[in-house]
T-cell receptor
Framework: DSGVTQTPKHLITATGQRVTLRCSPR?????VYWYQQSLDQGLQFLIQ???????AKGNILERFSAQQFPDLHSELNLSSLELGDSALYFC??????????FGPGTRLTVT | KNEVEQSPQNLTAQEGEFITINCSYS?????LHWLQQHPGGGIVSLFM???GKKKHGRLIATINIQEKHSSLHITASHPRDSAVYIC?????????????FGEGTQLTVNP
């Protein structure tokens, strides 16, 4: 158990819908990263938050947004969902530049 | 060309064999990560190393910063080692380092 929790574990929804994925980092970790793993693209960095502020952005679509709350949990919002958004979404947390600890992932299926 | 290249992509071994997975990268890094992804999807951080060698049980990771190359070795392989092994490199940033991932090596160890 990495100490990082993600909910829900599985999510099945229809095209055009909006979903919210939630991540709680390890106690004391200020950085939260979101990654997407799809069959054709592999693991890709989406966005990073550090102590409530957006710190880095990767290949994140405009339909996607995220935030980190004062209690350091983070949410990834995916809207106007398309079939191609079906993927595993991981969050990870770390203290500064140290090792990253991954959550169990949320498997999103868009039908 | 990907910034992180792994080889081989697929590897099948017999129980007890010595396994080597290689990773080459093209960017300057502060440290390199080896991750293990289980068939169920969960990702576990195995090593984060910036120089030399690290050992944990039957796993050994080495890195040569000058040659931009790292290897992951598994001694006395076992069927439970079957998983995808992923090499990842961070970018130097002041507050955490998002990761860029290799495509992974699918390891199957047969009894």
């Amino acid at each position: 158990d990495s100490g990082v929790t993600q909910t829900p574990k599985h999510l099945i929804t229809a095209t055009g819908q909006r979903v919210t994925l939630r991540c709680s980092p390890r106690s004391g970790d200020l950085s939260v990263y979101w990654y997407q793993q799809s069959l054709d693209q592999g693991l890709q960095f989406l966005i990073q938050y550090y102590n409530g502020e957006e710190r880095a952005k990767g290949n994140i679509l405009e339909r996607f947004s995220a935030q980190q709350f004062p209690d350091l949990h983070s949410e990834l919002n995916l809207s106007s969902l398309e079939l191609g958004d079906s993927a595993l979404y991981f969050c990870a947390s770390s203290v500064g530049t140290s090792e990253q600890y991954f959550g169990p992932g949320t498997r999103l299926t868009v039908t | 060309k990907n910034e992180v290249e792994q080889s081989p992509q697929n590897l099948t071994a017999q129980e007890g064999e010595f396994i080597t997975i290689n990773c080459s990268y093209s960017v300057g890094i502060s440290a390199l990560h080896w991750l293990q992804q289980h068939p169920g999807g969960g990702i576990v951080s195995l090593f984060m190393l910036s120089s030399g060698k690290k050992k944990h049980g039957r796993l050994i990771a080495t890195i040569n910063i000058q040659e931009k190359h790292s290897s992951l070795h598994i001694t006395a392989s076992h069927p439970r080692d079957s998983a995808v092994y992923i090499c990842a490199v961070p970018y130097k940033e002041t507050s955490g380092s998002r990761l860029t991932f290799g495509e992974g090596t699918q390891l199957t160890v047969n009894p």
